[in-house]
């Protein structure tokens, strides 16, 4: 030895940035108010499991930001600090949570307290964290699971004063028993899909931005199960969807996130909000006859196909010009008079079927949602075409469907395999 003493070098990229969660107004960052569109991500692929490589977590996060998606949960457990990272560089707002999910047996506590505190320790210094989810839809015993709440928020507070603490509850009630020893209250709900219908979630909506206007809420998870290759051309408000897990369409997903997402954007109570999930993940194998998969995502699992409600948040959310027609996996048709649904945020589109112009639309859920209505097809191949223009952004989109009377292709628990109608225009 020389007698020289060699120091390695630690490098810790510094951010600061303000949040504040203000009741019944929103968050706010560095003091302006900031849109909070939520998606959550598993962190998971085919063959893979969850050791991901980086160029895996960077194509997430792309298809995140194309999105428009300014906030992400990242559910239920710690992800990569590679992926925090780059979060602080992108931009995003996390919340970050333990794997405390479900169940209780009274045996969490020395593990819960472990993982809360290495998550805080680890990650303190990510400036694109702004909350700490203490636990995910855990019940009873109601003692027990009060008093471990509470515990994990005192360690929270003392590890990191500064940030906010989340607990969330699967039931509708925002006062429960188990619910608010945090600082907010996170709200899982899933209207039309486990229970009651689509719908319900307006009037769930009304009444708890009456009764509960005083409480720090956060709609934590919403979602629908769409296998693309389910297709239905008419989809009800109906509830309880997925008791027939053999058949998950498409389209009751698009419907599920049209009306849940319009509801959001009308009730201030929810100062954020989360839908579930941004991809399709694994699940258990089960006797069903089905993949072990869970299809709520808005992009498949493989990361290769846009589902249509990816595309209703894209035209909602990002600053992108959008235009986008839905039930394009829908090819082959039964109803000779249909609606025709379109995404636009650069205007009014003008719509062409067969090269004839349809004018009577009616607006959806928010104002890029154009409904045109009774649209009459022709026996065999319809040329669905729509176009938009907004200053430099000239977009155009088309499809093919086919109208056959008493198809019996039409309704399907198959769907259509070979998609022709490619999305032509982003």
């Not at 589902?307 to 010009?321: E, G, H, I, L």
Request: include cysteine.
């Amino acid at each position: 030895m020389d007698g020289n003493i060699i120091l390695d070098e630690v490098v810790q990229p510094l951010g600061i940035r303000k949040f504040e969660l203000r009741t019944g107004e929103g968050f706010f960052l560095n003091g302006v108010k900031y849109p909070m569109y939520g998606v959550t991500r598993h962190q998971d692929r085919w063959g893979k499991g969850s050791a991901l490589s980086n160029a895996d977590h960077d194509e997430d996060l792309a298809i995140i930001k194309e999105m428009g998606a300014t906030t992400i949960r990242l559910a239920h457990y710690q992800q990569s600090d590679y992926f925090y990272a780059k979060c602080d560089s992108i931009g995003f707002i996390v919340w970050a949570e333990i794997p405390f999910v479900n169940r209780v047996t009274t045996l969490e506590e020395a593990n819960a307290k472990q993982q809360l505190t290495e998550l805080i320790r680890q990650n303190y210094n990510h400036p694109s964290i702004y909350i700490w989810g203490l636990h995910n839809e855990v019940y009873t015993p109601n003692a027990y699971t009060i008093e471990l709440t509470t515990k994990l928020n005192d360690l929270a507070k003392t590890e990191d004063p500064y940030r906010y603490t989340v607990q969330v509850s699967g039931y509708n009630v925002i006062n429960h028993a188990v619910n608010n020893n945090a600082d907010v209250q996170g709200i899982n709900h899933y209207f039309g899909w486990y229970n009651g219908v689509i719908r319900d979630v307006n009037k769930w909506a009304d009444q708890i931005s009456k009764d509960f206007k005083d409480y720090k809420i956060i709609f934590s998870e919403y979602g629908a199960e769409a296998n693309p290759n389910h297709q239905q051309e008419v989809v009800g408000d109906v509830g309880n969807q997925w008791a027939n897990p053999a058949f998950f369409p498409e389209e009751f997903s698009t419907k599920f996130h049209e009306i849940h997402w319009g509801t959001i954007k009308r009730h201030p109570i929810f100062l954020a909000s989360y839908l579930w999930n941004t991809f399709d993940f694994a699940t258990p194998i089960t006797a069903l006859n089905v993949e072990p998969r869970n299809y709520k995502g808005l992009v498949t699992f493989d990361r290769k196909l846009k589902k249509d409600p990816f595309y209703w948040y894209k035209a909602n959310w990002s600053k992108q010009p959008v235009l986008y027609l839905t039930q394009r996996r829908v090819v082959e048709r039964a109803n000779e008079v249909t609606p025709i649904t379109v995404y636009s945020n650069i205007g009014t589109p003008t719509l062409w079927v067969n090269g004839v112009e349809i004018k009577n639309y009616v607006m959806g859920e928010t104002d890029v949602h154009y409904i045109f209505q009774n649209v009459k097809l022709r026996e065999g191949d319809n040329i669905v075409q729509v176009k938009a223009s907004k200053g430099e952004a000239q977009l155009e989109d088309k499809i093919t469907w086919h109208y056959l009377k008493q198809n019996p292709k039409a309704i399907s628990k198959d769907g259509p395999t070979d998609n022709k109608n490619e999305h032509i225009g982003l």
